[in-house]
């Protein structure tokens, strides 16, 4: 069975600065792994998702996220935090095989931007 | 192109009645997956449909039950509700296409309070 540890359910940044958002996964063959961002009383929206191509995968509003097989890590960051980012993160596995359909989050990281 | 919606947004129901949740899946998408988001928590897998069959389950009990209609469309049913089940409840469509995953598309939710 797969399972997500997001370290730290709450992390504060200021305005401008480097956003890093941590997750490691346990998974027994090769995962997909997603980040999910949601907004207070709203449902998730897709970050990015990493499908065994490119390691290093690139999202919407300049988020990136690197996938580390010998960490088995798939971190979340971004160059320089807005307003805007203000929310809360999920980071999600699900593996490839027939069977295999269902995500499995982490409990979430609020991210607090300090103007 | 209309995304995932979902209905009622909000929903007030009695310890040990019942209650009927809809998804309408975004266009296109013909696999439908419902989740359990409790306060402060990830969400949690409860079962996915395609092709009107139930195709996965998660740890869930069986007064959850579901259904998928030919036009993709599902609803989700909750039996001799608990004040457990108070949480936001998600609906996620998605494409089969093979043994692949494609990424999962979440509606806003329905909250449902248990009282």
């Known amino acids: 069975a797969q399972s997500v540890t997001q370290l730290g359910s709450h992390v504060s940044v200021s305005e401008g600065a480097l956003v890093l958002l941590r997750c490691n996964y346990s998974s027994s063959v090769p995962p997909y792994l997603f980040w999910y961002v949601q907004y207070p009383n709203q449902g998730l929206q897709l970050l990015l998702k990493?499908?065994?191509?490119?390691?290093l995968v690139k999202g919407i509003n300049d988020f990136e996220a690197e996938f580390k097989k010998s960490e088995t890590s798939f971190h979340l960051t971004k160059p320089s935090a807005h307003m805007s980012d203000a929310a809360e993160y999920f980071c999600?596995?699900?593996?490839?095989?027939?069977?295999?359909?269902?995500?499995?989050f982490g409990k979430g990281t609020k991210l607090s931007v300090i103007p | 192109d209309a995304g995932v919606t979902q209905s009622p947004t909000h929903l007030i129901k009695t310890r040990g009645q019942q209650v009927t949740l809809r998804c309408s899946p975004k266009?296109?998408?013909?696999?439908v997956s419902w989740y359990q988001q409790a306060l402060g928590q990830g969400p949690q897998f409860i079962f996915q449909?395609?092709?009107?069959?139930?195709?996965q389950r998660g740890n869930f009990p069986d007064r959850f039950s579901g259904h998928q209609f030919p036009n993709y469309s599902s609803e989700l049913n909750v039996n001799a509700l608990l004040l457990g089940d108070s949480a936001l409840y998600l609906c996620?469509?998605?494409?089969?296409?093979?043994?692949?995953?494609?990424?999962?598309?979440f509606g806003p939710g329905t909250r449902l309070t248990v009282t």
């Open positions: 996620a469509s998605s494409l089969e296409d093979g043994d692949f995953l494609y990424e999962q598309y």
């Open positions: 266009s296109g998408h013909d696999t």
């Open positions: 990493y499908t065994s191509a490119a390691t």
């Open positions: 999600a596995v699900s593996v490839s095989g027939a069977g295999s359909y269902q995500l499995t």
């Open positions: 449909y395609y092709e009107e069959e139930e195709r």
